[in-house]
């Protein structure tokens, strides 16, 4: 597609329970960002994969969470046994390659815990 | 102190008025990012530099490599350009500095 694309846009669950997130990137771009942004606060790093290499997972918070990349394609995000601080917009970025490259993000998926 | 930081962190405007925005940093970088957050979260990216000038329409990105600082600047501001806008570095680390965001008001 013409951007990079994530689903759900918005999701709401009860503290537990398990969520994937979808990021469908820009078609040929090696390098998949996730960030999240908390309500009032500024972008976190959570993972980065670049190519076939393995993934910088050195941001995600616990060992809840987890992500997959498919080749240079679609990644998924899942967040195990959520709580109510999970709670944020999780954005998705792709770039050309990692390193001085534009990035074009995703509209973000809104996760709200209950 | 943070690696990005950020000034002003709010910033209010009159419709019409010459906006700068300013972003220091204290690591060597090989790019810096100026990024455009609306209101409903939606991120765009303005501009990626690392030297120099870029403009594109009424936005101006400059960069001062010596002086590790950068400033984005909007001439004849409007009402749609208020927005929450984000300096980011690369630090030869793909993960990406983020500054704090400076939110930006413009007043018809």
């Known amino acids: 597609g013409a951007g990079v694309s994530q689903s759900p846009s918005n999701k709401v669950t009860e503290k537990g329970k398990d969520v994937e997130l979808r990021c469908d990137p820009i078609?040929?771009?090696?390098?998949l960002y996730w960030y999240r942004q908390r309500l009032g606060q500024g972008l976190e790093f959570l993972i980065y994969?670049?190519?076939?290499?393995?993934?910088?997972k050195s941001g995600l918070p616990s060992d809840r969470f987890s992500a997959e990349r498919t080749g240079e394609s679609v990644s998924t995000l899942t967040i195990q046994r959520t709580q109510q601080e999970d709670s944020a917009v999780y954005l998705c970025a792709s770039s050309g390659s990692a390193g001085a490259n534009v990035l074009t993000f995703g509209a973000g998926s809104r996760l709200t815990v209950l | 102190k943070n690696e990005v930081e950020q000034s002003p962190q709010n910033l209010t405007a009159q419709e019409g008025e010459f906006i700068t925005i300013n972003c220091s940093y204290s690591?060597?970088?090989?790019?810096l990012h100026w990024l455009q957050q609306h209101p409903g979260g939606g991120i765009v990216s303005l501009f990626m530099l690392s030297s120099g000038k870029k403009k594109h329409g009424r936005l101006i990105a400059t960069i001062n490599i010596q002086e590790k600082h950068s400033s984005l600047h909007i001439t004849a501001s409007h009402p749609r350009d208020s927005a929450v806008y984000i300096c980011?570095?690369?630090?030869?680390?793909?993960?990406?500095?983020f500054g704090e965001g400076t939110q930006l008001t413009v007043n018809p």
């Open positions: 994969f670049q190519g076939n290499s393995a993934p910088d």
């Open positions: 980011a570095v690369d630090s030869y680390d793909p993960r990406l500095t």
């Open positions: 078609s040929g771009h090696t390098a």
């Open positions: 690591v060597g970088i090989s790019a």
